[in-house]
């Protein structure tokens, strides 16, 4: 009797027990959550249809404003994100007794912002001010001590984080330096690929980027009227049907829409500045017309034996195939990483859908193979006239450059 009186007064610590959610209940044996089965699949169905059309309009139009405002665009989404994520692993009463960590957490943030969009926009920068005398040689003095001023910000939060280390918080501190890492890898590797697709031409930027949203849409579609089938464990609501739908229409999509797309020099033409005009160019061979004959088995009743293509249609074809058979793995990996968590998803800011992170999975696994795709097979590697000015007029002084025009005449003249 004493044993278990012993036994009922020890104290126990209180758990506390999150709601489940209806995936994770789908996982322990109840109903399946595929959206066929979905009593209330209309209404949510609604909601996202509702969301999807405000983001797809919010889109366009910053598109349309051009380069600066869409980088503009990603870096406003890249602040959504990281806010989200350092949520993840915030705890109430550590963070009381370390009132500055959330503001180094962002001291980091910013530092590494800089430090990408630095050497990303640099060039551009320099372009952008040259017939200015006075703002050209300030912006030539920060980029050349770029990397030196992103170092001493980074040195700067480093000492702040070792000189607020607290007694009984260290694992925490070092939890949250190490996540604080992670985070500015995962967010800024991507965004640095898709900036720079962005200044190649809107065209790599909007293509891959459309061609994620016309697999998420017609995925969910397609899961929603003729889901049977579960896809993988991790993502309980993806259906084998949704997959295969998604694939095909998405294939399909990037053949037309490179078509499209490569007939505007809007979205065609380079950037090589931070201005906001319009730009007119000269059409990149992948973006002129070719006749190409129809193969034999067509049936006979069509009427074109040949059509136009742009050669850039065939390379659209790589985009869309990785668009629907291997981006879909950011959103498992995203899945996975929230049942992590026991969460459902990273944020509430877009009704439907849930954070910007869960909206974002499959586009950064996109912007990184676009951008490896486009240097490896498509953008010439070779030095042009364009890239040396750009050297010069990013790494010289005004008297360097004035030197090198002198001596450059000299060797014209003797020969």
Not at 349 to 358: F, K, L, V, Y
Request: positive net charge; aromatic residues 16%.
């Amino acid at each position: 009797m004493e044993e278990e009186n012993n036994v009922t007064s020890s104290p126990s610590p209180r758990l506390r027990h999150r709601k489940r959610s209806s995936t994770e209940a789908v996982l322990d044996g109840n109903p399946s959550p595929l959206l066929v089965n979905d009593q209330n699949k209309y209404k949510s169905f609604m909601v996202r249809t509702y969301s999807t059309l405000w983001m797809i309009g919010g889109f366009v139009m910053v598109v349309y404003m051009g380069h600066l405002y869409i980088t503009a665009m990603v870096l406003v989404i890249q602040i959504f994100m990281a806010k989200e994520l350092f949520n993840l692993l915030r705890k109430a009463p550590e963070d009381k007794c370390l009132p500055g960590i959330k503001h180094l957490n962002w001291h980091f943030f910013f530092t590494a912002m800089l430090f990408v969009y630095g050497r990303i926009l640099s060039q551009r920068l320099a372009n952008t001010v040259t017939a200015d005398q006075f703002l050209y040689r300030l912006v030539s003095g920060l980029i050349k001590y770029h990397m030196a001023i992103c170092y001493f910000l980074y040195i700067i939060g480093f000492m702040w984080f070792i000189l607020t280390l607290k007694k009984k918080m260290y694992k925490y501190q070092f939890g949250q330096y190490a996540w604080t890492h992670m985070i500015l890898i995962v967010v800024f590797t991507q965004s640095s690929f898709t900036v720079a697709n962005i200044f190649e031409g809107i065209f790599w930027f909007l293509l891959p980027a459309s061609l994620i949203i016309i697999n998420d849409i017609f995925a969910y579609i397609f899961g929603f009227f003729f889901g049977r089938t579960p896809l993988i464990k991790l993502s309980p609501k993806k259906t084998w049907e949704g997959f295969i739908g998604a694939s095909v229409t998405t294939i399909i999509s990037a053949f037309f829409l490179a078509n499209i797309m490569g007939r505007f020099p809007w979205l065609t033409c380079p950037r090589q500045d931070l201005s906001t005009g319009w730009l007119h160019c000269d059409a990149d061979p992948l973006f002129k017309p070719e006749p190409f004959t129809l193969p034999a088995w067509i049936p006979g009743w069509f009427p074109w034996k040949e059509i136009e293509v742009l050669p850039v249609q065939w390379h659209a074809l790589c985009l869309g195939l990785f668009a629907s058979i291997i981006a879909p793995f950011g959103g498992f990996f995203a899945s996975g990483f929230k049942r992590a968590f026991k969460i459902k998803d990273f944020g509430d800011s877009i009704p439907g859908h849930g954070g910007i992170t869960d909206r974002m999975d499959c586009q950064m696994v996109m912007a990184v193979f676009a951008y490896i795709y486009l240097q490896s097979f498509i953008v010439s590697q070779s030095v042009s006239v364009d890239k040396i000015l750009d050297q010069i007029l990013t790494n010289l002084t005004l008297e360097e450059q004035q030197a090198l025009f002198i001596r450059l005449g000299q060797m014209i003249g003797h020969s």
